[in-house]
T-cell receptor
Framework: NAGVTQTPKFRVLKTGQSMTLLCAQD?????MYWYRQDPGMGLRLIHY???????AKGEVPDGYNVSRLKKQNFLLGLESAAPSQTSVYFC??????????????FGPGTRLTVL | AQSVTQLGSHVSVSEGALVLLRCNYS??????LFWYVQYPNQGLQLLLK??????LVKGINGFEAEFKKSETSFHLTKPSAHMSDAAEYFC????????????FGSGTRLSIRP
């Protein structure tokens, strides 16, 4: 199993450009998440999905859109990139354990720089 | 709202010394609790988890954590630090009322002195 994979690993954008980050998981997990990680701020949830065809806003959703057309994929889109979106982006997937706990599995991250 | 507090953004210990990383949660109902580790330029990986079974939880790489309801704490310890333990550590909780979400602390960077 590859687990959670992210494409691309690195990207440099100019302000105003658009791009899509792809997350794929092969563990048949229902839940998928997009986080951004910035120095001193830990992980902040951007959007998440509790199943195919569903998405929900997290803590910092502005400037991002997501889609979950297939259970195994979760796409994060930036329509008009801004320097404030320079960050490391992590995707995660999870299942709901028998007792209701949520154990998340993370991808390796995408390092995005917006000039 | 549920929150997680990690005391100390940076902890430095000598190789062979005790590691203690602190985590406190705010909830009247004990949540599910996790510790994750992030090595440089990598994603997070699960170190250990508390799911209402034993209050002392053993994880990978010799780490363990003890759930203390009276103190609303879930501190991470390791008896003897190794150079390879240098990483960032995140405490996280899943509220029992909202199992689809996980809330992360701000992280503690652990440095090991030779």
């Amino acid at each position: 199993n590859a687990g959670v994979t992210q494409t691309p690993k690195f990207r440099v954008l100019k302000t105003g450009q658009s791009m899509t980050l792809l997350c794929a998981q092969d563990m048949n997990h229902e839940y998928m998440y997009w986080y951004r990680q910035d120095p001193g701020m830990g992980l902040r949830l951007i959007h998440y999905s509790v199943g195919e065809g569903t998405t929900a806003k997290g803590e910092v959703p502005d400037g991002y859109n997501v889609s979950r057309l297939k259970k195994q994929n979760f796409l994060l889109g930036l329509e008009s990139a801004a320097p404030s979106q320079t960050s490391v982006y992590f995707c995660a997937s999870s299942y709901l354990g028998a007792r209701g706990f949520n154990e998340q599995f993370f991808g390796p991250g995408t390092r995005l720089t917006v000039l | 709202a549920q929150s997680v507090t990690q005391l100390g953004s940076h902890v430095s210990v000598s190789e062979g010394a005790l590691v203690l990383l602190r985590c406190n949660y705010s909830s009247s109902v004990p949540p599910y609790l996790f510790w994750y580790v992030q090595y440089p330029n990598q994603g997070l990986q699960l170190l250990l988890k508390y799911t209402s079974a034993a209050t002392l939880v053993k994880g990978i790489n010799g780490f363990e954590a003890e759930f203390k309801k009276s103190e609303t704490s879930f501190h991470l310890t390791k008896p003897s630090a190794h150079m390879s333990d240098a990483a960032e550590y995140f405490c996280a909780v899943t509220p029992r009322s909202s199992a689809s979400k996980i809330i992360f602390g701000s992280g503690t960077r652990l440095s090991i002195r030779p």
